[in-house]
């Protein structure tokens, strides 16, 4: 079983940069995909950003390409979403989610951080 805890959000203005963490318990932590989804209030939990397990993919909503960079250190079983040039509307409560290799969906989530960008 996968436990997650993020880190890192805050109240930064809009232009800023916030780099959130997602440390994991499992050694097995590398043979997960790890990824990244918000929920803003009055709002229905979206997918931000995903890296794979291989290491070799990650992926990206449309709103955050060329601003939000997902990464991972499978040594440090901690995955990362750095998150510049931010803007209001990406205020939201950001959860880390880890799905098995060739898994179908997230089975593991985290408590979620919370992110407010201010104008």
């Known amino acids: 079983q996968l436990h997650l805890v993020e880190s890192g959000g805050g109240l930064v203005q809009a232009g800023g940069s916030l780099r959130l963490s997602c440390a994991a318990s499992?050694?097995?932590?590398?043979?997960?995909?790890m990824g990244w989804f918000r929920q803003a209030p009055g709002k229905e939990r979206e997918f931000v950003a995903a890296?794979?397990?291989?290491?070799?993919?990650?992926s990206y909503a449309d709103s955050v390409k060329g601003r939000f960079t997902v990464s991972r250190d499978n040594a440090k079983n901690t995955a990362y979403l750095e998150m510049n040039s931010l803007k209001p509307e990406d205020t939201a409560v950001y959860y880390c989610?880890?799905?098995?290799?060739?898994?179908?969906?997230?089975?593991?989530w985290g408590q979620g951080t919370q992110v407010t960008v201010s104008s």
């Open positions: 499992e050694r097995t932590f590398s043979r997960y995909t």
């Open positions: 989610a880890g799905k098995p290799a060739y898994g179908q969906s997230y089975e593991y």
């Open positions: 890296h794979s397990f291989s290491g070799s993919g990650t």
